[in-house]
């Protein structure tokens, strides 16, 4: 019943520390020259069942998890790896209204309220703020003295806050209170959500002046961004994010990213909520592994995308997104990474 949110550092055996500008946090390395930083989705329910999403696979999804802590393996390797929360503004009934607040701190009317356990409440909610901008605040706190590389990861609606925060951290470079690093040279987008805008059902008059829509506003981001030297990732893996007359399928913005379709076939196809929690816990674990082989008409043409692929891999992959999807064709029924391949095919 008390609200938090914000950015904590994870260590080894999914150990975490909350964010604090007054005192130095044990798993922040300032001297890392690389940090990822994951945001979460759409958490209805999720505050009445003390549950918080963290890197162990089993606690995420106790029906399919592996018991694997998927950030152990980024902190061997060095990074620092971090996560923003904000459950308690997205634990809401409808995906929509915890949507409005990524964009605005008004919100489709309710505003930033968030989730206690015998309600709503807005005693202490930021004034004023939406998700993107305390996402933004927080990474400019955490980093502003920092001097590696950043990447973001956001899985479902929090492709969303990930892609407008990369955006807002773009401005900030741009009018001198963040330096350049601070610009994510990378951004993931694991099975991510847009909401289909419709008349009177989904307005989303909660975006900014003259955005046409989520989905569309994405495909801006990612154009403008990309052409800044950000990368894109985008990683499907359930039909949860494409239903008919729910969702926006966002094709543009699939072709416009290293696109991949991962089928987590050890998941019961009927299964669409447990391939949909796949996606993140995948690309966190696939960090220790090569990049997958990847064919094209029979022939080797390099490597499919991974969280270990280089930004040079990932940008190569972006090239051929306009025509070519990267599809698994072995390794869909094991969550062991170093089994997949993948086939570029045509859209």
Not at 51 to 70: A, H, P, Q, V
Not at 131 to 143: N, S
Not at 270 to 295: C, E, K, V
């Amino acid at each position: 019943n008390t609200l938090d949110y914000g950015l904590y550092w994870f260590g080894p055996g999914n150990r975490f520390e909350k964010h604090s500008k007054e005192t130095p946090n044990k798993y922040f390395d300032k001297e890392s020259p690389n940090t990822v930083i994951y945001t979460h989705g759409w958490e209805a329910n999720r505050i009445n069942e003390n549950y918080r999403e963290t890197f162990n696979y089993t606690l995420n999804d106790s029906r399919n998890g592996i018991d694997i802590d998927t950030a152990d393996e980024w902190l061997r390797r060095g990074w620092n790896v971090g996560v923003f929360y904000w459950d308690q503004f997205s634990d809401e009934l409808s995906p929509l209204v915890a949507e409005a607040k990524i964009y605005s701190a008004d919100g489709d009317g309710k505003g930033m309220r968030w989730r206690t356990q015998s309600g709503f409440s807005t005693a202490g909610s930021p004034s004023g703020k939406s998700i993107v901008d305390l996402f933004t605040d927080a990474i400019e706190e955490a980093l502003l003295a920092y001097a590696g590389r950043l990447r973001l990861v956001g899985h479902s609606l929090g492709s969303q806050v990930v892609l407008e925060t990369s955006k807002a951290l773009a401005l900030r470079v741009d009018s001198g209170l963040l330096p350049p690093n601070l610009l994510p040279s990378r951004v993931a987008l694991m099975d991510p959500y847009f909401s289909l805008k419709l008349p009177f059902v989904n307005p989303q008059d909660y975006l900014p002046a003259g955005a046409e829509s989520t989905g569309k506003l994405a495909v801006q981001t990612v154009q403008a961004l990309s052409a800044r030297g950000v990368v894109f990732e985008l990683w499907k893996t359930s039909p949860l994010t494409q239903l008919f007359g729910v969702c926006d399928p966002n094709i543009e913005v699939n072709q416009l990213c290293a696109f991949v379709e991962r089928y987590p076939d050890w998941i019961g196809m009927s299964d669409w909520q447990g391939r949909h929690i796949a996606a993140p816990n995948l690309y966190f674990n696939s960090i220790g592994f090569p990049p997958p082989p990847t064919s094209r008409k029979g022939s080797s043409s390099g490597s499919g995308p991974s969280a270990s692929s280089t930004d040079e891999e990932i940008r190569e992959l972006m090239s051929l997104s306009s025509r070519w999807k990267t599809v698994q064709v072995e390794g869909m029924y094991s969550f062991d990474i170093s089994e997949d391949r993948f086939d570029l095919v045509p859209w």
